[in-house]
């Protein structure tokens, strides 16, 4: 019953910057963090950053100093603000939420394309 709607996704310049943003809806209880992951073609899914119910942080080695994760005061939007792009940037970005209080629920987003060209 819970959804998650990325947007923001897109084709960018390198250098250029990007802000992603992540709708959810539905009966969620008991949030524990929401995140953004990566894909690139023929590679692992991988955490870019991720922000808990408290507002702690957490980033990816690859995108530290250039995303930043944020939510709004309802905490059901997510948002990912990518500068300083980069070709291997390149990727579907997905994302997830962990819910359930002490049930362990996981909704994942159907993913939005960034593509960064040299």
């Known amino acids: 019953q819970v959804q998650l709607v990325e947007s923001g996704g897109g084709s960018v310049h390198a250098g250029g910057s990007l802000r992603l943003s992540c709708a959810a809806s539905?009966?969620?209880?008991?949030?524990?963090?929401m995140g953004w992951y990566r894909q690139a073609a023929g590679s692992q899914r991988d955490l870019v950053a991720a922000?808990?119910?408290?507002?702690?942080?957490s980033y990816g080695y690859s995108v530290k100093g250039r995303a930043t994760i944020s939510r709004n005061d309802a905490k059901n939007t997510v948002y990912l603000q990518m500068n300083s792009l980069k070709p291997e940037d390149t990727a579907v970005y997905y994302c997830?939420?962990?819910?359930?209080?002490?049930?362990?629920?996981?909704?994942w987003g159907q993913g939005t394309q960034v593509t960064v060209s040299s």
């Open positions: 997830r939420v962990n819910w359930g209080g002490s049930i362990d629920y996981n909704t």
């Open positions: 539905g009966s969620i209880f008991g949030l524990k963090y």
């Open positions: 922000i808990t119910s408290d507002g702690r942080t």
